[in-house]
């Protein structure tokens, strides 16, 4: 069994609509969960953080933890073209300095 | 921005052939790390330093090698090139932002072998 789950997509949308991405992972001792976007032939941009459980927003998007289901998701709000791309979620333990990668999530968001 | 470059950018090679990719950072950061990113799999780590000298293997460092001489440079070595090792190499630092570890990655080193 992988440490993290992602499903791969692909995923289309039409502009403004919103969009849930998640991932599940099996190691509770994950404490730090972080969302990437990468764009077609660049390298993974961090788009957001978060410890432990809870909710965090920054602007369009929303990222959430549920630790006792183990279980991450991350909300777009009207979503734009400008957000297609592949976004990975990451997670780490108590050390920090080890990364565990989902497959990534591909979305496409349509004019 | 997290000031990491990589070189090359682009590398074709034939199979057998020694490799060396170079990461270099610019904010004297003490983690480092070597991914590959190839499709259905993700990124999967092959190698990081927590210092200079100081390197550990990751889950996929069979053939390869890396070597940290100067905190702002880290390098990763294909010994004798394989057409497995196809793909997409990504360097990245660790970093504390606000009480938490995050991964910062540059531009990616695409390499064919053929």
């Known amino acids: 069994q992988k440490e993290v789950e992602q499903d791969p997509g692909p995923l289309s949308v039409p502009e403004g609509a919103i969009v849930s991405l998640n991932c599940t992972y099996s190691n509770s001792a994950f404490q730090y969960f972080m969302w990437y976007r990468q764009y077609s032939r660049k390298g993974p941009e961090l788009l957001m953080y978060?410890?432990?459980?809870g909710n965090k927003e920054d602007g369009r998007f929303t990222a959430q933890v549920d630790k006792s289901s183990k279980y991450i998701s991350l909300f777009i709000r009207d979503s734009q073209p400008s957000d297609s791309a592949t976004y990975l979620c990451?997670?780490?333990?108590?050390?920090?300095?080890?990364?565990?990668f989902g497959t990534g999530t591909s979305l496409t968001v349509i004019p | 921005d997290a000031g990491i470059t990589q070189s090359p950018r682009h590398k074709v090679t034939e199979t057998g052939t020694p490799v060396t990719l170079r990461c270099h950072q610019t904010e004297n950061h003490r983690y480092m790390y070597w991914y590959r990113q190839d499709p259905g799999h993700g990124l999967r780590l092959i190698h990081y330093?927590?210092?200079?000298?100081?390197?550990d293997k990751g889950e996929v460092s069979d053939g390869y090698s890396v070597s940290r001489s100067k905190t702002e440079d880290f390098l990763l070595t294909l010994e004798s090139a394989t057409s497995s090792q196809t793909s997409v190499y990504f360097c990245a630092i660790g970093r504390r932002d606000r009480g938490q570890e995050t991964q910062y990655f540059g531009p990616g080193t695409r390499l064919l072998v053929l």
């Open positions: 990451a997670m780490s333990g108590n050390t920090g300095n080890q990364f565990y």
């Open positions: 978060t410890y432990s459980s």
């Open positions: 330093s927590y210092g200079v000298k100081d390197t």
